[in-house]
């Protein structure tokens, strides 16, 4: 017999003198103490706890017998708990599961708890599947021959309850004897515990991993963990079986970009853990340009009954914001944020479903309590996640479909009340609160529940433990395969499951890769993550309360960059609300391409208005920040969405308008011509004769070239081109001019020399004609040659002065301005000289006619100026050559028609005698 010491401590209340622990023999292999001071340290713990007087209380008690040869010591646990389910083993896994929830706990430090937890608890059925994949994992592993042959692994589940306190003291559990509770004494070498699996809640991990991390025990959690716990350096024997909270976050952002979603609302919890997540989170929409539309932060409720006391005031807020034109609303919430917004949901709209798209976070699978039977989710419909991956490994469901309460109900207790919450009949004997219950057949199945309590298929989360349990038995595997080569080569020792330490798995741990059964590959990354992603679910909801979970999509962290995120939109069912059309949730409608989003002031950036692209810009997408300009070659088109390139412009001979003026050139080139050969053929009549032959060929030449040199404005302009086009119009218009001129001064020179002693006579004859000619000319002849000497006319293209075209034109400068005045200032002094000789007496009265003919071409060269300077393009060209013809045809036709008339029709007045019968009329008029 092996005697235990007597445990005594010092309170404040009463003065205990501490004495020292009496050891039981160093040769003992089935009881033994471990360090001191983690005693020390989790005696301090149970004194916070307040259970530290029962344990005390026991220990006073009469000290326990137990025969050397047994292997289990007698219960004397003073605060029981309620749920656990133990299979013995060689090695044992421990599962903290988050199935219940108490209704009433309080610890109150000025007295001692009740020795027993109170029975009014709320289950929530569906987490039940973790604790029997955890069951099955181990059946399977004990199964298989080729792993851990000569071990037999076993598990002890406990609940957590939801609650720090009871956490602390399951994990407490965990560590002592089976059946006996108390901490760091192993009294049974069947409670060797090799791991732990828990919690699929950040916060029950967190306290399970401060009790493990001690003993350097491995721990599995299957739930999403915060930024402190994933922390290493703090935590280092932590695994993690599912991906990081930021590849979620980043996940649900590629998912709502995916669908153009960017105005949304959130719904969090209002703790620290709410507030980290917005911290984190707001962040990453913002840079996706993704608005939050409203923050309703569900209040924190510690115990299920405070959720019984929602306000109304907060019922009021969310009818409020379920109004709001956002369609998609995000909820990041753990199960009791999410019993607490199911009360509010059917509180709001309980008749009514809610058509909006919920997208949840993988702390909630559309799972429910069983107070919930009558509570309608259609309002989630349709709804999105980021769920946990999972697979079906190969018997799950089988499994499923076997389990009867008849099999455990004895042993397992969180079966038995599994079994009767949800199937609402009783195994036990019958209660006062049971009466209205009808007994249990046993036989019922699983597959009859709807979904909210139970699926059949594995949950990401019951995939989570059963790949945990998977990777401890081939870690095991690995370590014991080389221990035994070593200790066979070394020491020859006995192997024996007892002899193992857990410290020892976590470098199998890490590098373990193995195959499971639903053939997906095992293994972590460098931080004891395990590499896996997320699938794309969409819930359909049935209004029985079932529902199915289509996958839809994949979300993989490790993926190609821009490719992490692959969904079938096709498969996505929406809420009805929406008849199947993609929901659109947006602060206002998209601002379609052509247009460019135009902020509002005092609204946050996702509320714009829609503003058309200016003149040569475009924008080809939907939600544009900012238009795009078009290249110079470029220009956008009526919609304002695409650049088309601009066509080449300038007149040419293939389009109408070059046509219709190149013939009109051609044809008074024609005319001309025929004028000039009329003239040739009567050369020594009096009509030709009048008024200096010379000048008359001299100005119906130039009208001819004036007519041809309008062709060189026609056609595509080049070098050679440019530098003769102007100056050959502007050196021949001089010269016709000019001539003018001379034939006007020639007339008063004439009839001023007629006159009695008049000294004008030396001036009359052909020399002041060709004089007046060539001065004149020479004059405009200079102005060109300075013109292609300092800055000759070149081709150049502007691009911008008509939308869609690049015009081709020869860029001439300001000379050619200077070219342009001096003919306006011939043809002044043409017409006015003109004018007042237009009544001297004449054979033919051609003052008259150059009067006229100069009051035609001015008129013509006063309109093209404006004109001129307000086209561009081709008509610049077309209004110059039109000018340029008219002006010529003016001279032409206003001056030589009469003659021509004489010629050809009258040849009788064409004679000596009419000519000075007519001069002599013209004089006594």
Request: proline letters at 5%; glycine letters at 6%; a neutral charge.
């Amino acid at each position: 017999m092996k005697q235990w010491g007597q445990l005594s401590f010092k309170s404040s209340r009463n003065q205990v003198n501490a004495k020292k622990f009496n050891a039981v023999e160093e040769n003992s292999e089935v009881c033994g103490w471990n360090e001191f001071f983690l005693l020390k340290m989790v005696l301090l713990l149970l004194l916070m706890l307040g259970l530290l007087p029962h344990v005390i209380n026991e220990t006073h008690s009469t000290p326990p017998s137990m025969d050397t040869h047994s292997t289990s010591c007698r219960r004397s646990d003073s605060f029981p708990v309620l749920h656990e389910f133990a299979q013995p083993g060689d090695l044992v896994i421990g599962e903290i599961a988050s199935m219940f929830f108490l209704l009433r706990i309080a610890t109150k430090f000025n007295q001692p708890p009740a020795p027993r937890l109170n029975k009014e608890v709320i289950m929530v059925p569906k987490d039940y599947q973790d604790i029997l994949a955890l069951v099955f994992a181990v059946k399977e592993i004990n199964q298989n021959h080729r792993i851990l042959p000569n071990v037999t692994l076993g598990f002890h589940i406990y609940d957590s309850y939801h609650n720090t306190e009871m956490t602390y003291k399951m994990s407490l559990d965990l560590l002592s004897s089976q059946i006996r509770f108390v901490p760091n004494y192993k009294c049974d070498i069947q409670n060797n515990l090799i791991t732990v699996i828990g919690g699929m809640i950040s916060g029950i991990s967190q306290n399970i991993a401060t009790i493990m991390n001690t003993y350097k025990i491995p721990q599995f959690t299957t739930g999403p963990l915060d930024v402190m716990v994933t922390e290493k350096t703090l935590f280092p024997s932590l695994y993690q079986m599912v991906p990081h909270k930021i590849q979620e976050y980043n996940g649900i952002v590629q998912l709502l970009k995916h669908f153009g979603w960017t105005w949304i609302g959130l719904f969090t919890l209002n703790s620290i853990s709410g507030e980290t997540f917005l911290q984190i989170f707001a962040p990453l929409l913002f840079q996706q340009h993704i608005c939050i539309a409203f923050i309703v932060k569900i209040p924190k409720w510690k115990y299920v009954d405070g959720i019984l006391q929602l306000s109304n005031t907060e019922v009021n807020k969310i009818s409020d914001v379920l109004e709001s034109k956002a369609n998609v609303f995000l909820v990041y919430a753990g199960s009791l944020a999410m019993e607490a917004l199911y009360r509010y949901l059917n509180m709001t709209f309980l008749h009514s479903p809610i058509g909006k798209v919920w997208i949840v976070t993988i702390h909630w699978g559309f799972k429910g309590n069983t107070q919930q039977r009558g509570w309608h989710i259609q309002s989630f419909h349709g709804a999105m996640s980021l769920s946990v991956h999972s697979n079906e490994p190969l018997g799950f469901k089988n499994f499923l479909q076997n389990v009867r309460p008849s099999s455990w109900a004895k042993e397992n207790q969180y079966m038995q009340d599994f079994w009767e919450k949800v199937f609402n009949c009783y195994l036990k004997n019958i209660t006062e609160h049971e009466e209205t219950k009808e007994a249990c057949t046993g036989d019922e199945n699983l597959e009859s529940l709807p979904g909210i309590f139970f699926e059949m298929s594995m949950t990401g989360h019951s995939y989570a433990v059963y790949n945990a349990a998977h990777a401890v038995a081939h870690a095991l595997h690995a370590m014991y395969e080389a221990r035994s080569k070593h200790r066979l080569r070394v020491v020859r020792e006995k192997l024996a499951p007892w002899n193992l330490r857990s410290w020892e798995l976590h470098p199998f741990l890490r590098s373990i890769t193995f195959n499971n059964s639903a053939g997906e590959t095992v293994h972590f990354d460098e931080n004891q993550e395990l590499i896996a992603g997320f699938d794309v679910t969409n819930w359909v909801i049935f209004p029985n309360q079932s529902f199915l979970r289509v996958k839809v999509g994949r979300m993989d962290p490790r993926g190609p960059p821009g490719n992490e995120l692959t969904i079938q939109d096709e498969r996505i069912v929406w809420h009805s609300t929406f008849n199947q059309i993609l929901p659109v949730s947006t602060c206002n409608d998209n601002c379609h391409p052509g247009y460019r989003k135009k902020k509002k002031e005092g609204e946050q950036f996702c509320c714009y208005d829609c503003v058309p692209c200016p003149e040569g810009e475009i924008s080809s997408k939907m939600d544009m920040d900012a238009c795009t300009e078009c290249s110079e070659d470029h220009y956008s088109n009526m919609g304002k969405n695409q650049c088309i390139p601009k066509v080449i412009s300038y007149l040419s001979y293939q389009e109408p308008l070059g046509i219709i003026l190149a013939s009109f050139s051609l044809a008074f080139t024609l005319i001309t011509a025929a004028v000039i050969k009329t003239f040739m053929k009567n050369h020594d009549t009096p009509v030709v004769k009048a008024n200096n032959r010379s000048l008359t060929y001299v100005l119906l030449s130039s009208l001819l070239l004036c007519f041809l040199c309008s062709l060189l404005f026609i056609g595509c302009p080049e070098r050679v081109i440019c530098l003769l086009r102007q100056t050959t119009f502007g050196i021949i218009f001089s010269v016709a001019l000019s001539s003018l001129l001379s034939k006007t001064i020639t007339v008063i020179v004439a009839f001023m020399a007629t006159k009695p002693g008049s000294r004008m006579r030396k001036w009359v004859g052909i020399r002041l004609a060709n004089s007046i000619v060539l001065s004149c000319s020479f004059i405009q002849a200079g102005i060109c040659a300075l013109w292609l000497s300092t800055s000759p006319p070149f081709p150049d293209t502007d691009m911008h002065s008509l939308n869609g075209k690049i015009i081709v034109e020869c860029n001439e400068g300001s000379m050619f301005y200077c070219v342009l005045g001096y003919m306006g200032f011939l043809a002044a002094i043409s017409f006015t000289v003109a004018y007042f000789a237009r009544k001297l007496p004449d054979g033919f009265n051609e003052t008259k006619f150059i009067t006229f003919s100069m009051l035609v071409f001015c008129s013509v060269w006063l309109s093209f100026v404006p004109t001129y300077l307000s086209t561009k393009g081709k008509y610049m060209v077309a209004v110059e050559i039109f000018s340029i013809i008219t002006s010529s045809a003016g001279l032409l036709l206003c001056i030589f028609s009469p003659k021509c008339y004489i010629i050809v029709f009258r040849p009788d007045l064409n004679n000596k005698e009419q000519l000075i019968l007519r001069k002599n009329l013209n004089i006594f008029k």
